[in-house]
């Protein structure tokens, strides 16, 4: 998944080690489990959507840092109003 399109509209809270072991394993080429990303068509124009992270937040920042442009990723389409549950009502889409 290209890392340019996803949000993490939920601030993490990191564990530096964590991050920095990461970033050796994927320098190392070690494989991990993809980050849930959640796809959220727009109700108004199916034809955009939007790309949520908001798990794997030490995976994200590893790839992130190392300034990879896409991370394995597993994408699950999910409805506007499910969004709505984990940002609010204020929230777009």
Do not use: W
């Not at 994927?26 to 124009?45: M, W």
């Not at 794997?56 to 549950?85: D, F, N, Q, W």
């Amino acid at each position: 998944v290209p890392m340019a399109v996803i949000a993490r509209p939920i601030p993490s809270i990191l564990d530096e080690e964590k991050v920095q072991t990461f970033m050796k394993e994927i320098e190392r080429g070690d494989t991990f489990t993809p980050i849930e990303v959640l796809r959220v068509k727009n109700p108004s124009d199916p034809s955009q959507s939007r790309y949520y992270s908001l798990g794997g937040c030490h995976r994200y920042e590893a790839h992130k840092r190392l300034g990879r442009e896409t991370i394995p990723g597993k994408i699950i389409s999910v409805p506007a109003s499910t969004m709505k549950l984990y940002l609010g009502g204020g929230s777009q889409f």
